[in-house]
């Protein structure tokens, strides 16, 4: 199998596209692509696309996320993570950090979950006219990001320990594609008055794929560990399976009626994706709904398989 899905465990301390960079080593193509960064100093999840499966992964960047992390309380950075300089502090807020209980912790970070507006880090990847705001920091220029909404589902306090002028707390995050967790840790600081930072950060699951399943760096093999683009289309998106001849229709950009089964589960799902899956696991596009038909908006070539 030349094309499909691989999930790797990236380590600390290396960027996502040196990840990339070693997997086309391994892979022997240049054709890989990621549904989705870590920053260099956080482990976890990265969810890597080969050859031709590459086309899936606009349809898996959007999946919800879940981190591990671990917030400091005390004082900020300039990157609101360890990796950035440390903001000046005042004795008022290594007091105010060591001064916070667990009930008064759950109680300010209920107020970060649901749907919020969030800004994101100036350091971020965001694109400010056409530039990433932390080339733009790097340049010298002053960032300005508008905020953004995004949905934090679960924000659970899981242990807190105290050190020296500062507060640990460890905690679970389940979110929105989108969401910066170290923006979590600085708005929380600034809600308790002790100013935070993000210390530690761990991806463990992208939609219903889970960092259990992904291979180390080192030693990885890709042939074991390639995880066909059907399998993962359907961890991702709905199905519905077509005959071979509507599969070959398909296959020609054709449009093919909605009918039987599919008929019934995309009722109410008009212009959502679905993916079209045709005899021997095989899959053919992704599809959507229109009106009485379906309409291919990504087409996988025929060498893309089970």
């Known amino acids: 199998m030349n094309s499909g899905i691989l999930l790797v465990d990236k380590p600390q301390g290396i960027t996502s596209h040196d990840v990339v960079a070693r997997m086309r080593r391994l892979a022997g193509t240049r054709k890989i692509g990621h549904a989705g960064t870590l920053d260099p100093m956080a482990t976890g999840l990265l969810v890597l696309g080969v050859g031709n499966a590459t086309r899936l992964l606009h349809y898996l960047v959007g999946l919800d996320k879940e981190y591990f992390a671990t917030i400091r309380l005390g004082w900020g950075t300039t990157t609101d993570d360890a990796e950035g300089e440390a903001l000046p502090a005042t004795p008022e807020m290594t007091a ?6 667990e009930a008064t912790l759950r109680e300010a970070m209920l107020a970060f979950t649901g749907a919020i507006e969030q800004v994101p880090s100036a350091v971020s990847a965001v694109k400010i006219d056409g530039k990433r705001a932390y080339q733009r920091v790097r340049d010298g220029e002053a960032v300005e990001i508008a905020p953004r909404r995004v949905t934090v589902s679960a924000y659970e306090l899981l242990a807190v320990r105290a050190g020296e002028g500062c507060l640990d707390l460890d905690v679970r995050v389940e979110c929105s594609s989108g969401t910066y967790i170290r923006a979590l840790a600085r708005d929380l600081g600034a809600a308790l008055g002790t100013g935070g930072h993000l210390t530690a950060l761990r991806r463990s699951r992208i939609g219903r794929f889970d960092v259990d399943e992904a291979g180390e760096l080192e030693g990885f093999d890709v042939a074991a560990s390639m995880m066909s683009p059907t399998a993962a289309a359907r961890r991702a998106l709905p199905v519905v399976e077509f005959t071979a001849a509507e ?8 449009r093919v009626a909605v009918s039987g089964a599919g008929d019934e589960a995309s009722a109410d799902r008009r212009g959502e994706p679905f993916a079209a899956v045709a005899p021997g696991e095989r899959l053919v596009a992704i599809v959507e709904r229109r009106g009485g038909q379906w309409k291919v908006v990504t087409g996988f070539p025929q060498e893309v398989g089970a």
């Open 247 to 254: 599969a070959v229709d398909l296959g020609h950009g054709k």
């Open 96 to 101: 105010a950090a060591l001064a916070q209980g």
